[in-house]
């Protein structure tokens, strides 16, 4: 079983940033892939970001050029940098692991975090 763990979530004014940070204890198959999604109550998953280690990325196109998704090899964190926060980011952030490639799509993902509660206000 693979455990996945996010941290770093928070309460902003908009036009803040925050940094979430997601550790995943192993992986079953080959490299890591890799994924930051979100859900408000009512609304299904929303892919918010993705990579995987032959260095594609994903964006949805509501955080392009605000949110940054990395990886640090050496301690094996999936980063995400959420910058220009605005009111409609509020959302619980997922982080999941286990995907064959960078992709938006939950149901490409096997192991999922708790989720860390983003809170943005105006």
């Known amino acids: 079983q693979v455990q996945v763990a996010e941290s770093g979530g928070g309460s902003v004014q908009a036009g803040g940033s925050l940094r979430l940070s997601c550790v995943a204890s192993?992986?079953?198959?080959?490299?890591?892939?890799m994924g930051w999604f979100r859900q408000v109550p009512g609304k299904e998953y929303e892919g918010v970001a993705a990579?995987?280690?032959?260095?594609?990325?994903a964006y949805a196109d509501s955080v392009k050029g605000r949110f940054t998704i990395s990886h640090d090899n050496a301690h094996n964190t999936l980063y995400l940098q959420m910058n220009s926060l605005q009111p409609e980011d509020t959302a619980m952030y997922y982080c999941?692991?286990?995907?064959?490639?960078?992709?938006?799509?939950?149901?490409?993902?096997?192991?999922w975090g708790q989720g860390t509660q983003v809170t943005v206000s105006s």
């Open positions: 990579w995987d280690s032959d260095g594609a990325t």
């Open positions: 192993r992986y079953n198959y080959g490299d890591p892939c």
């Open positions: 999941a692991a286990e995907c064959l490639r960078a992709s938006l799509d939950p149901g490409d993902f096997a192991y």
